[in-house]
């Protein structure tokens, strides 16, 4: 890994500088997502770049849908596969318009098993997480660690929308428990359009963890950016690699330093 280290190493002052791209993937059911998905999926691979997919497959459940054939495309494309967990309540996919969520602690983990389960029958066993909504709900960390997840991009370096009470911004990466790592995600796509997104700094490493949806690729906008992101990140010496590269230079980095 150490060999590894140093061909990231693309700052001036020996700063290793990661990017990731990850898309928080809930509609891969839907014909039109895919076909955008695996459009990008493809340039991403042709561009050398890996992306993270957090893949939440509860709509695709709900709809009585497979995608594990498209999973695994993804995964095979040399993408990263992780889970993406929104904790809804019993009636959520069940009752035509209603959503809503349920932080009941057996709520949240019997939505956390259902999504690994879909993912592990798929093949692809997840090793990073990210919950929607900001969540964090109690009992996490701890679920995760007994799961073999190695990383969480739940929190964020950023303010939280006024809707989501009792979140407050993440600093840095940090060890949450039992050899699971914190590395918060630091932009939405939105702050991204026209600018580079936010960074965090971890000693010598710099990264980038940027998030959207796999549905904002229907809109041409959204699309854009991410193309715009593809290009200016690697020409401005931001390496693009997945989530859970970034995870693992964090680690790393956290060990060195004690
Ligand atoms: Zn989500």
């Avoid at 990017?19 to 839907?30: D, F, I, N, V």
């Avoid at 695996?38 to 497979?66: I, N, S, Y």
């Avoid at 999973?71 to 596969?81: D, F, S």
């Avoid at 979140?167 to 050899?179: E, I, K, Q, S, V």
Wanted: positive net charge; charged residues 25%.
């Amino acid at each position: 890994m150490r060999q590894e280290r140093r061909f990231y190493k693309t700052g001036g002052l020996g700063v290793t500088r990661l990017a990731s791209l990850t898309l928080h993937a809930e509609k891969l059911h839907r014909d039109d997502v895919w076909a955008a998905v695996e459009r990008l999926a493809q340039r991403a691979a042709g561009l050398g770049a890996r992306l993270t997919f957090f893949v939440h497959p509860f709509w695709a459940l709900a709809a009585g849908a497979d995608i594990a054939t498209r999973v695994v495309r993804l995964a095979e494309l040399g993408h990263e596969i992780g889970q993406h967990t929104h904790y809804y309540d019993a009636r959520t996919g069940r009752v035509p318009g209603h959503k809503a969520g349920d932080l009941d602690p057996g709520n949240v983990v019997r939505r956390l098993e259902e999504d690994r389960a879909a993912l592990e029958r798929a093949g692809v066993p997840p090793r990073g997480f990210v919950s929607g909504a900001w969540a964090f709900p109690e009992g996490l960390a701890e679920w995760l660690a007994g799961h073999g997840f190695t990383y969480d991009c739940s929190l964020r370096t950023y303010a939280p929308p006024s809707n989501a009470s009792g979140m407050t911004p993440a600093a840095a990466p940090h060890f949450l428990r039992d050899g699971l790592l914190e590395v918060p995600t630091t932009a939405p796509l939105r702050r991204a359009i026209g600018l580079l997104p936010g960074s965090a700094r971890l000693g010598d490493l710099a990264y980038r963890l940027v998030y959207c949806h796999d549905d904002d690729l229907l809109d041409l906008r959204k699309r854009a950016a991410l193309g715009y992101l593809l290009a200016i990140l690697p020409f401005r010496g931001w390496r693009l690699v997945s989530a859970g590269e970034i995870a693992q230079c964090c680690r790393e980095e956290l060990m060195r330093h004690g």
